[in-house]
């Protein structure tokens, strides 16, 4: 029995990420793009309202909207949260076949380039991971640990990962990375085909990946207003190791407020526009490297 008989591939849960609604949408147009012989592909549009509206949500993040509780309590009335229920419905209907894989194309504003974000260590990912990191020299790996069903879209099924892409800014298209982030789902697809037939890839037995273990919000006063901004030295430094005692913040009167840590990390998400409202300054990680 094939692991993968069916993948959604879903863009504009956030519906000012237009490099994945966009790319859906197109998707949709020329359904032979996404078409391989041994399983079925569904481009899917994630949150239509925020789409129309161009906007990251309209009322709540709906890519925060996947967990058990929320899919199975009938009072909830915001338009994301049913919105989730419909697309679950979509991927996971009852008493016929779901969806074993679930990619889920976003764009930030920081500079990640080409990152693939994985929920979990599933054996397939990891290889996944370790073959288009080896073939595509712009894609990083990143493991964000999140259970089944704890919110995510991508947490819905145990092949489930999700595109960063950046940085570009919310609302706006990048041809150049429009076109990368294209080309890195054919490889994903043609991977999955791959497999499926049972040939031989050359996957290296090692895996480079930043595995995500915390959050660092903005220094704030005690009327929760931000005092400082990110320090110049770290902006669009995404992946690139901190040390302790490096510049992090700059006070909005010019004073540097510097990494307290105790040993080196690799942030990501630095700055990113659609985190201030989470408290979130970057996310902190630490470089591994494991053996397959």
């Known amino acids: ?21 966009y790319l859906v949408k197109k998707f949709q147009h ?56 419909e697309i679950h419905q979509i991927l ?17 504003t920081t500079k990640m380039g080409l990152t693939i974000i994985l929920g979990n260590m599933h054996p397939f990912l990891l290889q996944l991971a370790a073959y288009l990191s080896s073939i595509n020299p712009l894609v990083k790996i990143c493991s964000h640990h999140q259970p089944k069903n704890s919110g995510f879209l991508r947490s819905l099924c145990d092949l489930g990962f999700a595109i960063e892409v950046g940085a570009v800014a919310q609302g706006v298209l990048d041809a150049e990375l429009f076109q990368q982030t294209e080309q890195l789902i054919h490889q994903i697809l043609d991977y999955f085909e791959a497999k499926i037939q049972g040939k031989t890839l050359n996957i290296t037995n090692t895996l480079t990946f930043y595995e995500s273990f915390g959050m660092i919000d903005y220094p704030r006063g005690d009327n929760g207003e931000i005092e400082a901004m990110i320090h110049p030295q770290l902006q669009f430094k ?32 630095i700055n990113e526009a659609a985190y201030y409202e989470k408290g979130i300054a970057m996310h902190l990680t630490q470089k591994q490297l494991i053996q397959l």
């Open 238 to 269: 995404d992946y690139e190791p901190l040390h302790p005692g490096d510049p992090m913040f700059l006070t909005f009167t010019g004073k540097d407020i510097f990494y307290a840590g105790e040993t080196t990390v690799y942030p990501i998400f």
């Open 30 to 85: 020329y359904p032979n793009l996404i078409n391989r012989p041994s399983f079925q592909s569904l481009a899917l549009l994630g949150n239509l309202r925020a789409i129309a509206e161009r906007k990251r949500y309209t009322e709540k993040d709906l890519n925060r909207c996947f967990h058990t509780q929320g899919l199975q309590d009938p009072t909830l009335s915001t338009y994301e949260e049913l919105r989730a229920k």
């Open 1 to 21: 029995m094939n692991l993968i008989n069916r993948v959604a591939i879903v863009g504009g849960s956030h519906g000012n990420e237009l490099t994945g609604v």
């Open 92 to 108: 996971l209907p009852p008493n016929q076949p779901s969806v074993d894989a679930i990619i889920d194309i976003h764009s930030t």
